[in-house]
């Protein structure tokens, strides 16, 4: 089931997930409805909060051909789509800066640092423990997708000139969804 997409504006955006204890078929059922959300959208990534829900809990899909050679080499074990639950990231190192969007943020674009490589544990739909390093575009999708549990948007880690360039946009955006900033 295709779930709403929510728009930078709403509350939920900003507020903080909870843990989950155990990952039961309704939350397997959810996350296999935002996977389908997010590929209804042509998205990368989509956190709970996106879906209006605080579970600690988001989706990765990257398609092929979307990261560098060398990086997908790299990152081939890793299965897609992930399903993370409680994901953490627990270490990290170098620095990248790329262009990143964010499905509540339509039409507004922007590029910004983050670490070239991420280590990230969490829980897999089985309850399984899980670990993971990833480099490139998928270490960039787990920090953007970790950070919205935590209530922290992209738009955050721009640099002020950046955000600057986008200040219009944002705040017709913030309005037509409520005004949360
Ligand atoms: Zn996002």
Redesign the pocket.
């Known amino acids: 089931m295709v779930l709403k997409v929510y728009r930078y504006g709403e509350k939920v955006l900003r507020e903080k997930s909870a843990p989950v204890a155990c990952v039961t078929d309704e939350l397997r059922r959810l996350a296999d409805d935002m996977i389908e959300t997010m590929h209804a959208a042509k998205?990368v990534?989509?956190?709970a909060e996106?879906v209006g829900r605080l579970e600690r809990l988001c989706v990765i899909d990257i398609p092929d051909g979307c990261e560098d050679e060398a990086d997908a080499l790299f990152n081939a074990p890793i299965p897609m789509p992930l399903k993370l639950f409680n994901p953490a990231i627990i270490a990290q190192e170098g620095s990248q800066k790329d262009k990143e969007?964010?499905?509540?943020?339509p039409d507004v674009g922007g590029s910004l640092v983050r670490a070239a490589q991420v280590t990230c544990q969490y829980l897999d739909a089985d309850n399984r423990p899980q670990m993971i390093t990833a480099r490139g575009f998928l270490a960039r999708a787990l920090q953007?997708?970790i950070?919205?549990l935590d209530g922290i948007?992209?738009i955050d880690r721009m640099t002020a000139v950046e955000r600057l360039s986008y200040a219009p946009k944002l705040k017709k955006l913030a309005k037509a969804n409520g005004g949360v900033r």
Do not use: P
């Open positions: 998205g990534g989509l956190a996106q969007g964010c499905l509540s943020f953007h997708e950070d919205h948007l992209y």
